[in-house]
């Protein structure tokens, strides 16, 4: 197996391939009943629990035998700014803003900037664990990962009553649409599409003829599980990964490769379109009460972020703004209602990451933040070559933060996960180490 800087000691090794397997296996968790109220706000996933057990671990393994790992000084920055900067300037805000009291306000940033923090350390987590696998571990434990997924989904197809039971005990609510583990049908494609890249990157370049034809069988799972669970996501994110991929192969290949390549882009691209044509219409259909209540939610955060361009409302705080600045066509959704009136069980949601940066923070940290969360992206795509799996990666990384698009969880660990994979693919590019084929 190749390495970065240090061997892997077999039973280390057996334990972290192991280990990992288990936390990518609930990935596609996203809410789970036994700690549906302590972990409301960090996404309800048994992953993030899991994650911070193998906290333990890393810290025991650093003092064993500190391992390499290396941060950009952006990403220390922003470390420092998340840990300092971020508590100093929206507590203020949302002490100098609250207007319904301290106790609501005061508990509502306390529970978001944990939220925020431990999207933060999770990331480092990630790197942290993954640092010392080389590439087709990773790609194989991705595929191994996704079997649970894709039984559920199917056996959740299925309609039996047993399985329904079964998938009770892992997820907070039924969709009248398969869903697998996660409790709807937009989660679970998020989650395909963070997953697909990867698979595919273990059933073209994995390497034993096995695990290739075991990799395609799952990517073949997943594009139908896709398609089956009627969601809309899939196809938003799929033509971002597949713009992506048309710019990658504009920089790295000339000539008739490049033609090739592009003329694959565009027939899948149509093939998609294609396929979803009338779910993405729907898009544009103000009567879908799910439009309503995204489109209005977003629309409303965009509006409290021009009212307070500089500092923003506060960490959690947009519930407070909301009924003052919710647009009239929005009021036709139920949840925006409920929102504006101050009744929901859950959070106002923007509904979109960078908005919610915009809106909590300001223009400047926002924008800021926006720049972080991109970055490994933008850095990968200034990458010249072949260097396969950095390509993988990043279509895996565009499809973790596309989710963010129409979600704002801080914590959302897909697409933390992505981030943190393609991270350690860029560093060990950047630093000419093995893995790289």
Not at 207 to 234: D, H, W
């Amino acid at each position: 197996m190749k390495t970065y800087k240090e061997p892997i000691n077999p039973r280390v090794s057996l334990g972290l391939f192991f280990g990992l397997l288990v936390l990518f296996s609930t990935l596609g968790i996203d809410g789970f009943p036994a700690g549906s109220a302590l972990l409301r706000e960090f996404g309800s996933r048994p992953t993030n629990l899991l994650l911070a057990v193998a906290f333990i671990g890393i810290v025991i393994d650093r003092l064993r035998s500190p391992g390499a790992i290396v941060f950009t000084r952006t990403e220390l920055l922003a470390a420092v700014v998340a840990l300092l900067g971020i508590p100093t300037i929206n507590l203020t805000v949302t002490i100098m803003a609250a207007d319904a009291g301290l106790d609501g306000p005061l508990t509502d940033w306390a529970k978001q900037y944990a939220m925020l923090l431990w999207g933060v350390t999770s990331f480092w987590l990630w790197r942290r664990l993954l640092v010392r696998l080389d590439h087709d571990v990773v790609g194989t434990l991705i595929c191994l990962g996704a079997i649970l997924p894709l039984a559920a989904f199917f056996g959740d197809l299925s309609g039996s009553t047993w399985v329904q039971d079964l998938l009770g005990l892992v997820r907070v609510k039924q969709d009248s649409r398969p869903s697998g583990l996660a409790t709807e049908p937009s989660i679970y494609a998020a989650w395909v599409a963070f997953v697909w890249p990867l698979v595919l990157f273990a059933a073209i370049r994995g390497r034993s003829i096995n695990g290739r034809l075991f990799a395609m069988m799952v990517f073949l799972g997943l594009c139908v599980s896709s398609y089956l669970s009627n969601a809309r996501t899939i196809a938003v994110i799929v033509a971002l990964q597949l713009g992506c991929l048309g710019y990658w192969v504009t920089r790295s290949q000339s000539g008739i490769a490049r033609l090739r390549a592009l003329a694959v882009i565009l027939i899948v691209a149509t093939c998609t379109l294609a396929v979803f044509s009338q779910l993405l219409s729907s898009l544009t259909d103000t009567d879908v009460g799910s439009n309503i209540g995204r489109i209005g939610s977003t629309v409303t955060a965009l509006r409290v972020s021009l009212a307070y361009p500089l500092t923003g409302v506060g960490i959690g705080q947009l519930k407070y703004y909301f009924s003052a600045y919710a647009p009239d066509f929005a009021l036709a959704s139920d949840e925006i209602v409920t929102y504006a009136a101050g009744l929901s069980d859950y959070r106002a949601s923007s509904f979109n990451l960078f908005v919610r940066f915009l809106c909590e923070f300001g223009f400047v940290a926002g924008l800021f933040f926006s720049y972080l969360v991109m970055q490994p992206i933008l850095r990968a795509l200034r990458i010249r070559g072949d260097n396969g799996f950095v390509l993988y990666a990043t279509l895996s990384a565009v499809g973790g933060v596309g989710f963010w698009l129409s979600q704002d969880q801080y914590g959302y660990q897909p697409a933390i996960l992505s981030l943190a994979i393609l991270s350690n693919a860029v560093a060990a590019c950047a630093d000419h180490r093995p893995a790289l084929r």
